[in-house]
């Protein structure tokens, strides 16, 4: 299924083409930057099934997992892609069977593991990046290098902008051991530090 239609006059159907010229300039760019988002993901994710057998959420994974040689937690795991460790556990599970991650016993804390690339998922992430490199270019060369320029530092304003809703975005955050759970907060709490 497309993310986009076209109609018999070649304009696109988008999630921005809901918006009349009534509506902000503030929504038609945020639904613009959620098309675009969108199809690019989607492309990569057909690109990554296509040539490597492998979803988006794995790959991720993978990533996260390369800027580490000591392993990374399921909490930390989680945290560093914005999901429950409910949802790593899964994705862990069908790397590790696969053998291109490994469980190793933390050192300082026997009570649990650390998740790291073994050596065959250092090779195959390795190729696997250089195949994404290529076709985040891809997709991107249409664009001037000016314009490249300049969307990157109007969407680092916008995200900068954006984290100010964020309450744990403009506090430190404390530092967990490789096993501890974050903190939950509750909603009560999460409600006063906004006010």
Known sequence: MSDFTT??????????????????????LLLRLLSCSTVIENEIRSRLRRKFHITLPRFSLLAQLSSVRGGLSMSELSQRMLVTNGNITGIVDHLEQHGLI??????????CSLIRLTNRGRRCYKEMADSYELWIAELFEPLSINTRTQLLAGLDELRHAAFRFSPSQNRPQPQLKH???????????????VS
């Open 179 to 193: 096993c501890e759970e974050p903190p939950q907060e509750t909603e009560a709490k999460q409600e006063a530090e």
């Open 102 to 111: 490994e469980r190793i016993q933390h050192i300082s804390d026997r009570r």
């Open 7 to 28: 109609t018999t006059s070649g304009d696109l159907l988008d999630l921005e083409s809901r918006v009349t010229n009534d509506n902000s300039p503030c929504l038609r």
